[in-house]
């Protein structure tokens, strides 16, 4: 039941009176939704639970709250649940993103401003927690002869929740080089966001074998992992591109359709 308003001498029907202790009590009554969802008056004094696998947002409206209303959510969904400004202003000390099982409560300042207090349980002696996990796959044979960085066509954008966030960039990828001309082989990789540079790396520039024509072959995997800060909550989109190392020299990736993955996952500051 939803917060009331009640006239002097009245008296209170006994679903009034346990919905007054379960708002005493820090909670209200309680509402499942399993998608996206947008508070409304009715929410004041209650619980909004958030039960979806995939990620969710709860919106947060003016006009609708009064100075001292709350509204406590919980995600009970695997899925991320964004506590999200509509026309209201939500500010926090913490995140607006909850993981699955963690609570929050909003508590209103005035009918256009609310406070977001996140409640969670320490997992280990410190550092960020896991707010996103996105990933990216190709699995297409691509190769490239020129000394000109080209898209590979492994990409994958991420939302962060909030612009305090790192990026944690995991990248694997088969690749392989041949040439019959020159006296070794390789080629480079390098890893955009948007369209800044994030890094230049060189793939293996040693010959490990010779194929049966004469011509030089290698065959490998590029790895790499890092931590990046985009300082943003935009969408923003991650790619690798990739050159020869030499004019006369094949890199590829992908070969035979294995798969290259790019990961991405959100750590909260």
Excluded: H
């Amino acid at each position: 039941m939803a917060k009331q308003t009640f006239t002097v001498g009245q008296v209170l029907t006994a679903a009034q009176m346990t919905s007054l202790q379960q708002t005493a009590m820090g909670g209200g009554s309680a509402t499942a939704k399993t998608a996206s969802y947008t508070l409304v008056a009715a929410d004041a004094g209650t619980t909004i639970i958030m039960n979806s696998g995939s990620a969710t947002t709860v919106t947060v409206n003016t006009a609708l709250f009064a100075a001292g209303d709350t509204v406590f959510i919980v995600n009970q969904g695997a899925g991320v649940c964004t506590v999200t400004a509509g026309t209201a202003t939500v500010s926090t000390a913490g995140s607006l993103a909850l993981g699955q099982y963690e609570t929050g409560q909003l508590y209103f300042l005035s009918t256009s401003a609310a406070i977001f207090s996140e409640y969670f349980q320490a997992t280990g002696g410190g550092g960020g927690k896991l707010l996103q996990l996105v990933q990216g796959t190709f699995a297409t044979d691509t190769s490239t002869s020129s000394i000109t960085f080209a898209d590979t066509g492994l990409t994958q954008a991420i939302t962060p929740t909030v612009n305090t966030s790192k990026v944690l960039v995991t990248i694997t990828i088969p690749y392989y080089s041949y040439a019959s001309s020159v006296t070794s082989v390789g080629g480079k990789f390098k890893i955009l966001r948007g369209a800044t540079e994030l890094g230049n790396y060189s793939a293996a520039n040693t010959v490990f074998m010779a194929a049966p024509s004469g011509s030089l072959e290698i065959d490998g995997t590029w790895a790499i992992t890092f931590l990046d800060s985009p300082a943003t909550t935009s969408a923003t989109t991650y790619k690798v591109q990739f050159a020869s190392k030499t004019a006369g020299t094949t890199l590829g990736v992908s070969p035979s359709a294995t798969t290259s993955t790019l990961t991405l996952m959100e750590i909260g500051a």
